[in-house]
């Protein structure tokens, strides 16, 4: 089957209606990124020749389908993800895409990720204008984030130099940071805290590294950090009479704590559809961990072995019954772990589809099951710290009104 004959079969079909909880499209817009981070699990490339961008075609045809009641009914405010990597490399396309989407009665949320490195402060505005939020990756203070985030062509530049540069100069309303805490960086963090607070950042998450199999005394480590965070957000919050910034990434605690009280297991609804730099939809984040080794343009029923869901701009929608099949068929293996899983930090399905294609990626050679049981007593701990954290501020008005009720968060 030829190409044409291809897409003019895909528009003969009737698109599928999704579930009605899939409320966030998480887009991974280029696979280019400035950078060569050691963690980074992703399979970026520097060199523009072996780069994939989003084509316009696809992302404003992946928007339509994301925002269609009929396609994906979800009732609530709708939200994109920009994933890379490195986001501002397209940034024309981005920009366009913001613009686009104000044509909707109710209008998506866009989060846009990025290195901060290549960003510019009307760049910035032009994003503000549109409600868009930036967040801008940073793993501590200079030591701890260059010992992981570096340029590809010296080693002598600083990314954390770099990117608190152009932060200073940048307007602060919707920029956020985004920390990632690992074993060799957690002791700096509270330090790196004061400094992004210091030059206006309000936002500012906090995840752990999943890709990283902790051992029992990291763990240890964690949770004492964790006691420390506490201890230093409830101090600043009683001294400066409201909450000092805005950690994104306790709400996620927040609701996941209130599952659990419900006896429920919040991965178990995925709420992302995925959308390739190829303009494929796929059927699981980590279905993007790979490379994009098969032409942009090829015919959509050989996409990306099993992994995609048909190509945005063709016409068929999001084939809604091949992804639920992938997740049953991944539930069923997750089923025969420990019972508790519900504990995860991240889908654990993400473990999943990496090992089924051989690229477990920054796990240290672990398997999926490990590597599922190792989020599991991660993921306890950081639930467990942030819960100690939102007790001692649950009675706090500045602490409720941040966290409790601007997401209506029932059980806590």
Not at 36 to 41: D, G, Y
Not at 290 to 314: C, L, R
Request: glycine share 6%; proline share 5%.
């Amino acid at each position: 089957m030829t190409e044409t004959e291809t897409k003019n079969d895909a528009a003969k079909s009737t698109p599928q209606t999704g579930p009605d909880h899939v409320r966030v499209m998480c887009v991974f817009a280029t696979n280019q990124c400035n950078l060569a981070c050691t963690h980074c699990c992703a399979p970026t490339v520097t060199a523009a020749k072996k780069a994939v961008h989003m084509k316009w075609e696809d992302f404003k045809r992946a928007i339509d389908i994301f925002m269609d009641p009929k396609q994906t009914p979800y009732e609530g405010q709708k939200v994109i993800s920009i994933q890379g990597g490195e986001t501002f490399l397209v940034y024309d396309l981005l920009a366009k895409a913001v613009e686009y989407s104000e044509r909707f009665p109710l209008k998506p949320i866009f989060s846009i990720h990025t290195n901060g490195t290549l960003i510019k402060p009307e760049q910035i505005r032009k994003f503000q204008e549109h409600g868009a939020e930036v967040l801008v990756s940073l793993d501590g203070f200079k030591g701890d984030n260059d010992r992981f985030r570096r340029f590809p062509t010296s080693t002598d530049k600083s990314v954390w130099a770099t990117v608190m540069g152009k932060l200073q100069d940048l307007p602060k309303e919707g920029l956020g940071v985004n920390m990632t805490l690992r074993p060799p960086t957690i002791d700096g963090t509270i330090d790196a805290l004061d400094a992004f607070t210091e030059i206006g950042i309000k936002l500012i998450n906090l995840e752990p590294d999943c890709y990283h199999h902790w051992t029992p005394d990291e763990l240890k480590s964690l949770s004492a950090f964790f006691d420390r965070l506490a201890d230093y957000y409830v101090e600043r919050t009683e001294k400066e009479g409201e909450c000092p910034f805005h950690i994104g990434t306790l709400h996620d605690g927040l609701e996941r704590m209130a599952y659990l009280k419900q006896g429920k297991r919040w991965w178990l609804d995925c709420t992302q559809l995925i959308l390739g730099a190829d303009g494929n939809f796929y059927n699981c984040e980590a279905s993007n961990f790979y490379d994009y080794d098969t032409p942009a343009d090829f015919n959509w029923e050989g996409a990306a072995k099993s992994f995609s869901i048909n190509h945005a701009s063709w016409g068929r929608g999001v084939d809604w019954a091949k992804r639920q099949a992938y997740m049953d068929e991944a539930d069923e293996a997750l089923g025969s772990l420990t019972p508790d899983i519900e504990w995860q930090i991240i889908c654990p399905r993400l473990y999943y589809t990496m090992e089924k294609n051989n690229k477990l990626a920054g796990a240290e050679g672990k398997d999926w099951q490990s590597m599922v049981e190792n989020t599991h007593d991660l993921s306890r701990v950081y639930h467990n710290g942030f819960n100690k954290l939102a007790t001692r501020l649950k009675d706090n008005p500045s602490f409720q009104k941040l966290y409790i009720e601007s997401r209506t968060i029932q059980g806590f």
